[in-house]
């Protein structure tokens, strides 16, 4: 742990001379940096993805829930008062903001998709429709249904659960998913760094003799190559969201009419989650070399 | 190349630093590096066995015997690479069984090491090779530069000090090695083979640079089968041979 926050601290003052004591290589810092970039653009991404996942079912959750539909299938002659005893009902049901009825413009509009717009709306036994907000607080959906039930016995509340409660349960799914990814990332980011310290330390075995002949520290060797991975997966995984961020933003802009694909991006705060992404896999280095250096060093005699 | 000499300035500053510089240590026997019956083994066969050596302040020891008897073996006994399967290695009176990676660290810095291959950063001078374990000690000050100046002149590598190691002679190595060694005014210095792969003229030089080492206060610890080299080391300054065979440690006789 000492050691650990003495590195941390050698880190941030950076030391040329223990800098220098292990030879540069150019391949595999090229490979470690890809790697970093890699993996960066693709924790971009599944952030994207959880971020947007998560704002489908909160919306779905919150603002769908305000709304709900009461249904009444009557005879003609006793759907206007059964429409009026409905309306009168659920004006006087705490948690109910405002109710109305579809006009046969809207009715219509509704069913276009599916019949044509030459539809007769008017001569069709369409059940009347009854769109409820509810207030912030809601209301009691039982308790409704069986008011309703009692007082207009045509009429069916929908207070869309039935249909929504799975759409949130898959986008809570995707929203855990995509953390999952982001998580899996990280551990890959941290592989690929041990291993690339393990070679790295493999090939150096000559100059950590040299070095522990002449009386460096575990610590001091350690640090050497620590502070070139870390280095190495920050500038990796900086250059990795950019790229990222950028493809983000080239995604087409969520419209009205929007499906779920064009809404995934970053919102307002959201966008502080990216920039984490350089510092975490610089974390992630940091720690992977660090282990890797010990537990190398440790080994030797 | 001239004769290597230590400026008389520089040799009365290098020996008030090494006895400036020396910490006291507090061991309860007399050597700065006692070896107590100590055995070692490597797999199957014992190597060493009941082998016991004190190496006094201020003494010239010679270690010599057949290739292979264990002479480097129990060199890095002596400075804590290797830890003895048996009996007690103390360095500075400090008991190896009882000291840390990071003890055995601070250790080698008053412990200077030639090795007969000696290794160096291939990718740095010589100068900064030497200067290596200030380096590492993290001890690095402005005025050591007048320092290493000095002790690469001592060794009469001033004109190679921009060369890089894989550019030296063996001669050149091995006073590259030794001034690495020495430049933490070590309390010791081991050297294995030292003169194992340069001739004879540059073997006495070393051997000089050694004995100067060991006039100014310096334990030294040389391993060697060149009973030439000793004998020459004989007439210049008080010695002790000692030869391994049959796994044990004794007093050479005196026919050498």
């Not at chain 1, 003052?13 to 960066?40: E, H, I, N, Q, S």
Request: hydrophobic share 50%.
């Amino acid at each position: 742990m000492k050691a650990t926050l003495q590195t941390l601290f050698a880190l941030g003052r950076g030391d040329k001379a223990a800098d220098r004591v292990v030879p540069p290589t150019g391949f595999t810092a090229r490979l470690t940096l890809f790697a970093a970039a890699a993996m960066a653009f693709l924790a971009v991404f599944a952030l994207a993805l959880s971020l947007a996942a998560g704002r489908l079912a909160t919306s779905w959750g919150d603002e769908l829930a305000r709304a709900s539909t009461v249904r009444i299938s009557a005879p003609d002659g006793q759907m206007a008062a059964q429409t009026a005893t409905a309306l009168r009902l659920l004006q006087q049901t705490p948690g109910v903001a405002s109710a109305r009825a579809l006009s046969e413009a809207e009715q219509q509009a509704l069913l276009e998709p599916w019949f044509g717009p030459d539809l007769p709306v008017a001569q069709l036994p369409v059940p009347q429709l009854i769109e409820v907000l509810e207030t912030p607080e809601g209301y009691d959906p039982d308790g409704l249904r069986l008011r309703l039930q009692a007082e207009v016995p045509g009429a069916v509340l929908d207070d869309h659960a039935r249909w929504r409660k799975p759409l949130i349960a898959a986008a809570s799914r995707l929203r855990l998913l995509g953390w999952a990814s982001a998580l899996m990332i990280a551990a890959t980011v941290g592989a690929m760094v041990t291993l690339a310290a393990n070679a790295a330390l493999a090939a150096n075995a000559q100059v950590i003799a040299v070095l522990r002949l002449v009386g460096a520290t575990d610590a001091y060797i350690a640090r050497a190559f620590v502070r070139r991975f870390t280095l190495r997966a920050l500038s990796g995984a900086a250059a990795g969201t950019v790229l990222g961020i950028g493809a983000v933003l080239l995604m087409p802009p969520a419209g009205e009419t929007a499906g779920f694909l064009t809404g995934l991006g970053f919102r307002g705060w959201h966008w502080v989650v990216p920039l984490l992404v350089p510092p975490l896999a610089a974390a992630v280095a940091f720690v992977a070399t660090a282990v890797a250096a010990r537990r190398v060093l440790g080994g030797l005699s | 190349m001239g004769k290597a000499h230590f400026p008389g300035a520089a040799r009365i500053a290098y020996a008030a630093r090494l006895m400036h510089n020396r910490p006291s240590f507090s061991g309860d026997g007399t050597g700065v590096i006692e070896l107590d019956n100590v055995a070692y083994s490597y797999g199957g066969g014992e190597l060493l066995s009941e082998l016991s050596l004190q190496l006094a302040p201020g003494s010239f020891h010679f270690l010599t015997g057949p290739s292979g008897a264990g002479k480097t073996t129990l060199l890095k006994l002596c400075y804590g690479a290797l830890r003895p399967t048996a009996g007690v290695a103390r360095l500075f009176g400090q008991d190896v069984r009882q000291m840390d990676r990071d003890d055995i660290a601070m250790s080698r810095r008053r412990i200077g090491v030639v090795h007969q291959d000696c290794q160096f950063l291939d990718h740095l001078s010589v100068a900064e090779n030497v200067a290596l374990p200030i380096a590492v000690s993290g001890q690095a000050l402005p005025e050591q530069d007048d320092n290493l100046r000095e002790l690469m002149a001592w060794v009469g590598l001033t004109e190679r000090a921009g060369a890089l190691p894989p550019e030296l002679s063996g001669g050149e190595r091995q006073r590259a090695a030794l001034a690495r060694a020495v430049i933490m005014s070590p309390e010791v210095v081991l050297a294995d083979e030292p003169t194992g792969n340069v001739d004879w003229e540059m073997s006495q030089r070393l051997l000089r640079l050694l004995i100067e080492l060991n006039r100014m206060g310096v334990t030294v610890l040389i391993a060697t089968h060149d009973l030439q080299l000793i004998r020459a080391a004989k007439s210049q300054v008080q010695t002790r041979v000692l030869r391994i065979a049959n796994r044990r440690l004794h007093a050479a006789g005196v026919d050498l």
